[in-house]
């Protein structure tokens, strides 16, 4: 296979917004999403670019078909490769010289087995490179043997602690061919790195505290008598405030991520006795407790995350979960309502609100939100699926098919004798 691509930098600097409010959370979307797919998170990269999509106002087609882009290239990463055809159509549709989307339409079409459209597109790739000065040759298929080669280097640098060596590593495996297991390892060395940048600037701290205090005993960053006695080092300071939240944070999500569901809530408890007013603590700690089945207090920590933030769509979305999992069905719908009409523009809302809807039967008004998140967000083969089984509740047939249709197109797996029977149907 070759080598896939990641562009992010002809992407973040061609990604030119307008000033206006909409395309700032636009952008922010977008970057996010830029930061996540530099880290190999693609699942959330995907979220993110999806956000962004429709916040761009009729004059920012170039920005929005370079996060078609984005999108078409995170798609890749996961192995969804219709989509990402999907994506790239979408983007060239604006601007048919987009070099990166017709690298990755012509990745795409390779990994589902259309050599001729993906020798064409790899064609217009290069011809549009060598336009722009910047032409380089597509290397040729990487064997099975190189990816573990660099997967085992990244190992044994990762268990001799040469962090930055073992990244490296994995992420030339990554870049032959995305798979999950080399994403673990990966995400696994990012935190590894990230905690012990946190020890390396509890020693450097120490160092100082040391320097100033020659008559101290200096055992531990955390030692109670050293607070005291050092300026700037109580419990009370700012930094060892800080330094203490971003510890116990770290270590809550550590301790969630190995599935240490009654450790993590402790962390995440402590974090909101230092900072109560924590909307992302109080939305952790709700998801804690789901996984440890507490839903009343998962309730209560959601309720207190939209309180704080009336815009954390996330929260919405999984205390509307949790309300439709114990049969809360008109509870969940009233709380929908109420993020959607903080959120208008979410279609993710808008989907959960028509998922609420179905559960209760009611599917004309389930319909109307599919079809508005649909709008909102037209390529998420998720909503497409929904609206079309919908549809074929109330016997539409033909526009039942037709999302079905678009639903396959975006890579989501379809039933050919459901299609077959929607086909007899609408004849």
């Not at 087995?113 to 217009?124: H, Q, T, W």
């Not at 600037?201 to 505290?209: E, R, V, Y």
């Not at 971003?246 to 993590?264: V, W």
Request: some cysteine; aromatic content about 10%; charged content about 30%.
């Amino acid at each position: 296979m070759k080598v896939l691509k990641i562009t992010l930098i002809f992407l973040v600097l061609s990604f030119v917004l307008s000033e206006s409010c909409i395309a700032q959370k636009a952008e922010e979307y977008f970057q996010r999403g830029i930061g996540y797919l530099e880290t190999r998170l693609i699942n959330e990269a995907i979220a993110e670019f999806k956000k962004a999509l429709p916040l761009f106002e009729e004059g920012q087609s170039q920005e929005k078909a370079e996060v078609y882009i984005a999108l078409a290239n995170a798609y890749n990463w996961r192995g969804i490769y219709k989509a990402a055809i999907a994506a790239c159509k979408k983007a060239i549709e604006t601007n048919p010289d987009l070099i990166y989307a017709h690298y990755n339409l012509g990745f795409a079409y390779r990994e589902e087995g259309k050599d001729k459209l993906s020798a064409k597109e790899f064609a217009i790739y290069n011809k549009l490179l060598k336009q722009e000065g910047e032409y380089i040759e597509i290397p040729e298929k990487s064997t099975l043997d190189d990816i573990n080669k660099y997967i085992t280097l990244g190992d044994n640098y990762f268990k001799e602690g040469k962090l930055d060596e073992a990244i490296s590593e994995y992420k030339k495996a990554l870049e032959i061919r995305p798979r999950d297991d080399i994403l673990n390892k990966l995400s696994q060395v990012y935190r590894e790195k990230r905690l012990a940048g946190k020890t390396e600037d509890k020693s450097a701290i120490m160092d100082t505290a040391t320097a100033d205090t020659k008559t101290l005993k200096i055992d531990s960053f955390a030692d109670e008598k050293l607070s005291d006695k050092i300026p700037g080092l109580g419990g009370s300071g700012k930094m060892s405030q800080e330094t203490s939240v971003d510890d116990l944070l770290i270590t809550g999500t550590e301790y969630y991520d190995k599935g240490m569901l009654a450790e993590a809530i402790e962390e995440f408890k402590e974090v909101l006795e230092i900072d109560p007013d924590d909307a992302e603590t109080r939305y952790n700690l709700g998801n804690a407790y789901v996984d440890k089945e507490m839903f009343d207090e998962a309730v209560s920590a959601y309720k207190k995350a939209i309180e704080l933030n009336p815009g954390f769509i996330d929260a919405y979305i999984n205390l509307g979960t949790v309300y439709l999992d114990r049969g809360l069905i008109d509870d969940a719908i009233a709380l929908y309502q109420q993020g959607a009409k903080l959120n208008p523009d979410d279609a993710y809302l808008c989907y959960y609100l028509g998922e609420a809807y179905c559960d209760k039967q009611r599917y004309e008004k389930a319909i109307i939100k599919f079809e508005k998140a649909v709008s909102i967000n037209p390529m998420d083969a998720e909503i497409q699926y929904r609206l079309a089984e919908t549809y074929y509740e109330t016997e539409q047939f033909d526009l039942a098919l037709e999302h079905m249709r678009s639903a396959e197109e975006l890579g989501h797996p379809v039933d050919q004798e459901f299609i077959d029977n929607l086909e007899k149907k609408t004849r």
